[in-house]
DNA sequence: CGTTCGATTGAGCTTTCTCAAGCACAGTGG
DNA sequence: CCACTGTGCTTGAGAAAGCTCAATCGAACG
């Protein structure tokens, strides 16, 4: 249908460098980067958030759109009372801001030292017209989007601790193969055990436990508090699937 | 930014018939309707479903794009072991099959009688290029999509059975509200119990446990097993928010 | 070397689940 | 017209997964 990869007739490369950004998605980060990406990049404001800084709250006027070039961001929503539910975290390459309404919908917070590239939201509109391949391409990240969030759904309503866990290890590992080619086995934690909880649904000390556990089946090993290496890929994803 | 209401450069009345169709919005539904889902229906093939009858499996490859004109689907994912997780309700004026995959990531099954308009996927992006508006119209159904996905997250990740059932039920009362344009107070629940349990992430019984205590907190009155009449809907949204 | 803060571990508790029985209502056949 | 039956819903009792609260650990930093 809406072929991802096709812009002003000319196919990229598969092995595009991307402009040395690590993208989570090549063939999506190829087309941004060539149509409009370079030039979000030369127009846009490049700004820096340490590590716990908040970039935006729930509810501020979005008046900015931004994309990530270095670090990650955790977004997440409050309930009245604290509760906190974080719905994803943000990687270098990808886009914040750019929902329909006038006010963010979540909050955004620096997981560690942030870079970002914005452009006022009120010229987004404009931009995305000079470069109809974005509007697709929008589209396209939107779609990626709302497919994660799907597989969440089905994580946060019908999945044990375990599993929980085994899948976000999937899901960072997946991601880490991605920016660098090979077989990586082993990946960063830049979360603490806290966010992870409120990723997944738990608490920290389940988050804990459960680490113990997958220590304990050998399908991984604690490099260090904040780094993962995967043991036994295979079986984490049995386990993941409820098979394990 | 992406405004969802320009197209051509002419506003549609916001009270615009929507050619009879029951919509999700009205200014979503407006701009298809004129830009597109005309056409859409008068080349589109049109279909029926029975109640319990399946549109199309998880994994079963996506040959078409559907838009609901009467009726409810279901669409859920299932884990290895049985395990079930409704990601979401399908309404009249929704669409199914516009993904970006070659492959339905959800299965599709009528709740009751449903009536269907499909669309060879081959001829949907030929389709969207002629109708320009389309693609960010598109966007924009993505878009709302994602966001009521992120909501669902947080009910799956972080509040009590109780106020579950109760977004649940603000959630359909919003939809029949945009219905009938008038504050209706009542609704229908074409989904049985165990369906809304694994919309929300609970077991039948504990779906029907707390529809008792809403009834006994005199929020609702079952009016019948599948309507419900709303008594105290402030109320109801505060325990939604964890507030009751 | 002490302090601090996040992570881990432990014990008891709560919510929700599981399994099982009973109920209500619609459809069927006598 | 009424018993029969099937299906989905409700209710109950016990079990379990995960939560809460509290104590301890350990690495980072002054």
């Given at each position: 249908?809406?072929?991802?990869?096709?812009?002003?007739?000319?196919?990229?490369?598969?092995?595009?460098?991307?402009?040395?950004?690590?993208?989570?998605?090549r063939a999506v980060c190829a087309v941004l980067d060539c149509d409009g990406l370079a030039t979000f990049r030369r127009l846009g404001r490049t700004s820096k958030l340490g590590q716990g800084q908040t970039l935006f709250h729930e509810g501020d006027p979005a008046t900015r759109v931004f994309t990530v070039t270095r670090g990650t961001l955790k977004l997440y929503t409050l309930l009245p009372d604290g509760r906190r539910q974080i719905t994803g975290f943000m990687f270098p390459g990808?886009?914040?801001?750019?929902s329909l309404d006038e006010e963010h919908a979540v909050s955004a917070e620096a997981l560690d030292e942030v870079q970002l590239c914005s452009f006022p939201r009120s010229r987004f509109?404009?931009?995305?017209?000079?470069?109809?391949?974005?509007?697709r391409q929008l589209y396209c990240l939107a779609a990626n989007e709302l497919s994660a969030a799907r597989q969440q759904m089905v994580l946060l309503g019908r999945k044990t601790a375990l599993e929980r866990l085994a899948s976000f290890f999937l899901q960072l590992l997946d991601r880490a193969d991605r920016i660098s080619e090979g077989g990586t086995s082993s990946f960063d934690l830049p979360m603490s055990r806290t966010d992870i909880a409120d990723y997944l649904g738990l608490t920290k000390e389940t988050v804990s436990r459960?680490?113990?556990?997958?220590?304990?089946?050998?399908?991984?090993?604690?490099?260090?508090?904040?780094?993962?290496?995967?043991?036994?890929?295979a079986g984490l994803g049995l386990v993941a699937e409820g098979l394990g």
């Open positions: 249908m809406l072929s991802p990869a096709r812009h002003n007739g000319a196919e990229l490369h598969a092995d595009h460098p991307c402009a040395g950004c690590a993208v989570r998605d990808d886009f914040l801001g750019i509109g404009a931009f995305v017209e000079e470069h109809p391949a974005m509007e459960v680490l113990g556990q997958l220590r304990d089946l050998r399908l991984v090993r604690l490099i260090a508090r904040d780094r993962i290496k995967l043991l036994d890929r």
